[in-house]
């Protein structure tokens, strides 16, 4: 498996209500040297995270220890600028499966899904009854169903739906890159090549 599974997801959220968070934030460019998946959760937000001298900034989000969880909540057009695929990498190795937002940049949400993070958008409305859960109480848990592709508040019951390609569902069920789906076909690939047609 390229990844793991995405069945249903319960965890607490990291709250980031900036809007337009692009992938130069999410990983600067001059952390782009890999070429390798992992490593790169360290410098996930790095100049916002840290200081010239590499302290960590008591301020920033995810140095508060009120705050964790596999569910990253983001502000308004989530991931644009560059089509950089280690702002995907950046966010999965750090250990987000799930990232919320009321619009993703395109690229950005096909890059997540390649690599396992799942790309929630949901109504501006619903981001604030979110976003108003985490500040009430840190440790509010929401619950993500992508079978039923289902998006739930846990503390108020409240839900809402959300839309993914197919496609891109079977494979995150599975665990699946586009390699390991072509592999999980090959023996109907086989078979079709060695019909006769004549």
Not at 48 to 74: H, M
Not at 155 to 174: A, D, P, Q
Request: hydrophobic share 40%.
């Amino acid at each position: 498996m390229a990844y793991d599974k995405f069945t249903v997801l319960k965890s607490t959220a990291v709250p980031m209500p900036m809007e337009n968070i692009d992938t130069d934030q999410i990983i600067p460019a001059r952390f782009l040297k890999a070429t390798e998946r992992t490593g790169f959760g360290d410098n996930l937000f790095r100049d916002w995270r840290y200081n010239a001298d590499n302290t960590p900034k008591q301020e920033f989000v995810l140095n508060n220890p009120l705050y964790s969880g596999k569910i990253l909540v983001g502000g308004k057009n989530f991931g644009s600028g560059s089509s950089r695929e280690h702002a995907a990498w950046a966010i999965y190795d750090y250990g987000f499966r799930c990232v919320v937002s009321s619009f993703f940049a395109d690229i950005f949400k096909n890059n997540a899904l390649n690599i396992g993070i799942l790309p929630v958008q949901v109504s501006p409305d619903f981001l604030e009854k979110i976003f108003f859960s985490i500040e009430a109480d840190p440790n509010a848990a929401f619950i993500v169903d992508l079978p039923a592709q289902i998006f739930t508040i846990a503390s108020t019951g409240e839900t809402t739906s959300f839309e993914i390609n197919s496609y891109k569902k079977h494979n995150m069920l599975n665990g699946f890159d586009d390699i390991d789906y072509l592999q999980s076909i090959k023996p109907a690939i086989q078979a079709f090549t060695e019909k006769s047609f004549y």
